[in-house]
């Protein structure tokens, strides 16, 4: 299982470098001009979604529930981190969602959010990963 463990952690981390620059991409997204720059970010944007952030979500996904029904939910059921952490999970996998709405949205130049929309938006998965990673590696209640 420290196998399966050490794999869902690299699959987090992939899924959370496009979590963190996906939206980035966004900001410079709304304030491009030109039609090669906005034709390049739609590309970029898409590449990093399908290509990256939404393989590397499925197998962080897969790796966790084989661990969670082959030791942790026995192991854990009982405790509230667990319960957190699947909470905040569901929550990211909204983020993620969200994403894939505002790709869509740029792609048929439909975009209506502002770049500081975005900049904000792209401090949520930061919130979301320090408050997953206590709860599942302290796990403090
Ligand atoms: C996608 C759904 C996810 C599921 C079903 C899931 C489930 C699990 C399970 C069952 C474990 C083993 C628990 C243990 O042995 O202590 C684990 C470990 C871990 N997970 Fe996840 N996880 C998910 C996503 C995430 C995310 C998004 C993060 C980080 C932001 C994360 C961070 C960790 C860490 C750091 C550990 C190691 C904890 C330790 O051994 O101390 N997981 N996960």
Redesign the pocket.
């Known amino acids: 299982?420290l196998w399966i463990?050490a794999f869902?952690?690299v699959a987090?981390i992939a899924?959370?470098a496009g979590l963190f620059y996906l939206p980035r991409l966004f900001v410079y997204h709304t304030n491009a001009t030109d039609q090669i720059s906005i034709d390049r970010f739609k590309l970029m944007e898409r590449r990093l979604f399908f290509g990256i952030m939404t393989p590397a979500?499925i197998v962080?996904?897969a790796?966790?529930?084989?661990?969670?029904f082959?030791?942790?939910?026995m192991?854990?059921k009982s405790m509230g981190w667990?319960h957190l952490?699947?909470t905040?999970?569901i929550l990211?996998?909204g983020y993620h969602y969200y994403c894939w709405v505002c790709l869509k949205r740029f792609r048929e130049d439909r975009n209506t959010h502002s770049s500081k929309f975005y900049r904000l938006f792209n401090e949520l998965p930061t919130l979301?990963?320090v408050a997953?990673?206590i709860a599942?590696?302290v796990?403090p209640f």
């Open positions: 299982m463990k869902h952690l987090v899924w959370f979500a962080a996904l790796l966790g529930l084989v661990m969670l082959d030791y942790a939910w192991a854990y667990l952490k699947l905040l999970v990211l996998f979301l990963l997953i990673i599942a590696v796990k």
